[in-house]
């Protein structure tokens, strides 16, 4: 079984473009959450999918960002315009519907950086 | 509210020997309770979990953790180390009595196992 995936593994941009990373879940997994962790710093939650509904985007910093998840499948985050504190190592991951108690498998992180 | 701290920002030991990674969290209600471990250009992977029954549960590589509901932790223990341990240690709670089902991640622990 294929792990979560994620796109690209690093991304150098400079202030003000665009980035869009991207992220494929384990096939059949409903569920889709987003994270950053600037370094050192805690993993912090962004935002969650059900399927291709946000379930919580209670974590996104502000509007220059905005995430997506086409037919509930593979999901994008685009930063526009970035900024120097939205570098950090951007987590995707993934858990299947049903059990409250199952773990999230995660992928293995866009690491961004805004010069 | 939830709450994780990981008050060591790095643990050094020899290989061999006994390890401990330490977690203290807060929530308000019941607490699933989660180890992930990162490798170099890894993703996150699942170690373990706490959710009801057993206060010592058993994980991946030989890790186990104790779940101390008086002291409100979770530590992260091996009997003895193994130079490969080596890597970036997160804790994670979530409150099992409801709410967003997001967990809230610890800023991680970095160990390092001498040869």
């Known amino acids: 079984e294929a792990g979560v995936t994620q796109f690209p593994s690093h991304s150098v941009i400079e202030k003000g473009q665009t980035v869009t990373l991207r992220c494929d879940p384990i096939?059949?997994?409903?569920?889709l959450y987003w994270y950053r962790r600037v370094m050192g710093k805690e993993i912090k939650f962004l935002l969650h999918?059900?399927?291709?509904?946000?379930?919580?985007e209670s974590g996104m910093p502000n509007n220059r960002f905005l995430a997506e998840r086409t037919g509930g499948t593979y999901s994008t985050l685009k930063v526009q315009p970035a900024e120097l504190e939205d570098s950090g190592v951007y987590f995707c991951?993934?858990?299947?519907?049903?059990?409250?108690?199952?773990?999230?498998?995660f992928g293995p992180g866009t690491r961004l950086t805004v010069l | 509210a939830q709450s994780v701290a990981q008050p060591e920002d790095q643990v050094n030991v020899a290989e061999g020997n006994p390890l401990t990674v330490k977690c203290t969290y807060s929530v308000s209600g019941n607490p699933y309770l989660f180890w992930y471990v990162q490798y170099p250009n890894r993703g996150l992977q699942f170690l373990l979990k706490?959710?009801?029954?057993?206060?010592l549960v058993k994980g991946s590589y030989g890790f186990e953790a104790e779940f101390n509901k008086s002291q409100t932790s979770f530590h992260l223990k091996k009997p003895s180390a193994l130079v490969s341990d080596s890597a970036l240690y997160f804790c994670a709670v979530r409150d099992g009595a409801g709410g967003s089902y997001i967990p809230t991640f610890g800023r991680g622990t970095s160990l390092i196992v001498h040869p």
């Open positions: 991951a993934s858990r299947p519907s049903g059990n409250l108690y199952n773990e999230q498998f």
């Open positions: 096939s059949g997994h409903d569920n």
């Open positions: 706490y959710i009801t029954g057993d206060n």
């Open positions: 999918f059900v399927k291709e509904s946000k379930q919580d």
